[in-house]
Nanobody, 115 residues
Framework: QVQLVESGGGLVQPGGSLRLSCAAS????????MGWYRQAPGKERELVAS???????DYADSVKGRFTISRDYARNTVWLQMNSLKPEDTAVYFC?????????WGRGTQVTVSS
């Protein structure tokens, strides 16, 4: 079992920055990949960014150049640095982790971009 706890969400003005954190516990040693997804009201959950145990990163086109995912393997923590935030980035952001054969999810943290 893997437990994920997100933090760092909040209200920010357009153009601002936030840094989300996700701490993994439990059988965190078995995690291969971690990532961030988001879900806006009335929309499906979508991938924002992911990072594998080998350090390979993937980003949604809508956040490339603005968001950066990073991971500390020793601390079992993944971060999402979000810069130049836009109102359309408003969503609940979820951390996930793949530890075969299961995919685990955190409870989410709200990010609101508004003036």
């Amino acid at each position: 079992q893997v437990q994920l706890v997100e933090s760092g969400g909040g209200l920010v003005q357009p153009g601002g920055s936030l840094r989300l954190s996700c701490a993994a516990s439990g059988s965190a040693f078995s995690i291969h990949a971690m990532g961030w997804y988001r879900q806006a009201p009335g929309k499906e959950r979508e991938l924002v960014a992911s990072i594998t145990s080998g350090g390979n990163r993937d980003y949604a086109d809508s956040v490339k150049g603005r968001f950066t995912i990073s991971r500390d393997y020793a601390r079992n923590t993944v971060w999402l640095q979000m810069n130049s935030l836009k109102p359309e980035d408003t969503a609940v952001y979820f951390c996930n982790a793949f530890a075969a054969p299961r995919l685990y999810w955190g409870r989410g943290t709200q990010v609101t971009v508004s003036s």
